[in-house]
């Protein structure tokens, strides 16, 4: 199963969950590169991929281990997703084994996606479904859901971001509102200025600002924080200055209390890096490199993992 979890592994989360424990939050992530590298054994990170032949697959990354799923083959045609935001997985489906959703750019437009995984871990060859939002994403170089949910108190916000080649970052609401006139793709707004970002990853979801952490063509490392306010105004920090250029991909999650793993991933090599980040305070952020992943890194397009909104535990790395 593609990054999803296992029968046993999604039973052990639900421990966690109704416990009020989330993976890897009994040891908050504090200053000092070992304190850093203790708080990243608790920690796995969910890197999702599309392969050439548009299968969906995935690795379960932890320090120095990997744990590949089998693949979900016949989700998309071979070779016509370009970007893909995070899928998101809902194991409680009468019926079913589990439930993909999520977004995705194929050729230039953009689509919503959702499949279901039978009892027997195939994909449902009637059902894999993917309903046309638009065109005009061809210029697309990232794209990313952020659902921000602390179960069972409101707000629900789900906010959706897409970077440009011309280096314009994008930001639109959805207001879903139980199905009672919902408004999907609200107030757009956005923001110039970023056309060194190579990738990006969401290190934090709050009530008030989303976080991504990108690294640029010439190497540097920076936060981007994106305040829930109207106009969007985005507030950039460097963490580092250079080394960060080889990296296609960045996927990250949770670390401890207030820090993120991260794995970088390098189409040209085919590998992937694992780091143990604190929380981030700009040149300041502790990094802790985790080595290189054991695994190759061979399908064009990577995302996150991540389990339904409400489940699946806010990120808060900055």
Not at 129 to 136: A, E, I, L, S
Not at 167 to 182: A, D, K, Q, V
Not at 247 to 273: H, N
């Amino acid at each position: 199963m593609s990054g999803r979890l296992s029968t046993a592994g999604r039973a052990a989360v639900a421990v966690l969950l109704v416990a009020g424990v989330t993976p890897g939050a009994a040891t908050a992530a504090r200053t000092g590169s070992t304190t850093a590298a203790k708080a990243s054994a608790a920690c796995v990170v969910s890197v999702g991929s599309v392969t050439a032949t548009g299968a969906v697959a995935g690795k379960r990354i932890t320090p120095g281990a990997v744990t590949a799923d089998k693949e979900d083959v016949g989700v998309f045609p071979a070779g016509a997703v370009r970007v893909s935001g995070s899928l998101s997985v809902d194991p409680d489906v009468t019926g079913y084994d589990a439930s993909i959703t999520g977004y995705t750019v194929l050729g230039s437009t953009m689509y919503g996606t959702s499949y279901l995984i039978t009892l027997d871990g195939v994909v449902d060859p009637t059902r894999p479904t993917h309903y046309r939002v638009g065109g005009g994403w061809g210029d697309t170089t990232f794209f990313e859901t952020t659902r921000y949910w602390d179960y069972p108190d409101p707000p629900n916000l789900t906010t959706q971001y897409q970077l440009r080649t011309d280096g314009t970052l994008t930001r639109w609401e959805m207001y879903y509102n139980n199905g009672n006139n919902p408004r999907l793709w609200a107030n757009k707004q956005s923001a110039t200025g970023f056309g060194a970002v190579k990738t990006m990853a969401m290190i934090s979801q709050t009530a008030t600002y989303d976080t991504f952490l990108a690294n640029t063509r010439g190497g540097a490392l920076y936060t981007i924080r994106l305040p829930r306010t109207s106009p969007l105004k985005p507030v950039v920090k460097k963490v580092r200055g250079s080394t960060w250029q080889a990296f296609d991909a960045l996927v990250a999650e949770k670390c401890g209390q207030y820090g993120t793993m991260l794995v970088g991933i390098d189409k040209d090599t085919q590998s992937a890096y694992a780091y143990a980040v604190g929380h981030a305070n700009g040149t300041a952020t502790v990094i802790q490199g985790l080595g290189k992943v054991p695994a190759s890194f061979a399908d064009p397009v990577y995302f996150r993992w991540q389990i339904r909104p409400g489940d699946a535990q806010m990120l808060f790395g900055e």
